[in-house]
């Protein structure tokens, strides 16, 4: 079992940030797209379900979380802190409407808190209040977020991104296509859902996604 100094450190190691959508994923489970990523290299993933039963979630959580510890991988739990600690995950990400950020601290101390951001002020907001990460988003249009018209795009990483003092991912709508836009602004931790939980061959997508990412950090 890692402490919390271990699970801040390896957030900082990763890349590659895949988070799951069982609608999104061309029929396959979300355990079948769990197996690609860990096959393709993944460091870790997010289980994100807005809309099963806690109950589910939280027998969904507990397998990810045997399998995600056979492969060295960090487990994050969307939203719900309860299920997070049930299971034994590494961290939970929050919503600027979940839990705040210094009441889940007192809760899990050996946790890692992410949390999600849509401005500048937010991020530093949710830096001030104990985050370990934020992730900036949503950049492009995305499949995950409905009903909503705005937009970042990838000017918001270079205005946030220089200002936050911890790691910070990005999200929303990114695929292998524009990625070349987000880490020419800056980002060096990429989340997705669909531009992995769509691909025909997830753990091929994953190593490709993970190559390009690796081959513009060693370029600049």
Not at 43 to 50: G, H
Not at 83 to 104: I, R, S, T, Y
Not at 111 to 123: K, N, P, R, W
Request: aromatic share 4%; net charge neutral; charged share 25%.
């Amino acid at each position: 079992m890692m402490n919390r100094e271990q699970r801040i450190a390896r957030i900082g190691q990763i890349d590659l940030y895949p988070v799951t959508c069982q609608d999104l994923s061309l029929g396959r489970s979300n355990l079948d797209v769990l197996e690609g990523l860990l096959q393709g290299g993944a460091r870790i993933v997010q289980l994100r379900e807005k809309h099963w039963d806690k109950k589910d979630l939280y027998e969904m959580a507990v397998e990810f979380r045997r399998r995600t510890r056979a492969h060295d991988a960090l487990l994050i739990v969307n939203d719900h802190l309860d299920v997070a600690l049930a299971a034994g995950a590494d961290g939970v990400h929050l919503g600027q409407e979940d839990l705040p950020l210094e009441a889940a601290r007192r809760i899990a101390p050996g946790m890692i808190l992410g949390a999600s951001s849509h401005s500048l002020d937010e991020a530093l907001t949710a830096e001030r209040q104990g985050a370990d990460y934020v992730n900036i988003g949503p950049i492009f249009p995305t499949e995950t977020k409905q009903g909503v018209s705005r937009f970042l795009g990838p000017s918001a990483i270079r205005e946030i991104g220089p200002s936050l003092k911890i790691p910070f991912t990005t999200m929303g709508g990114i695929n292998r296509e524009n990625i070349d836009q987000v880490l020419e602004a800056g980002a060096g931790r990429v989340a997705m859902v669909s531009g992995i939980t769509k691909a025909r061959d997830i753990a091929e997508r994953v190593r490709e996604l993970r190559r390009q990412i690796k081959e513009f950090t060693l370029a600049k």
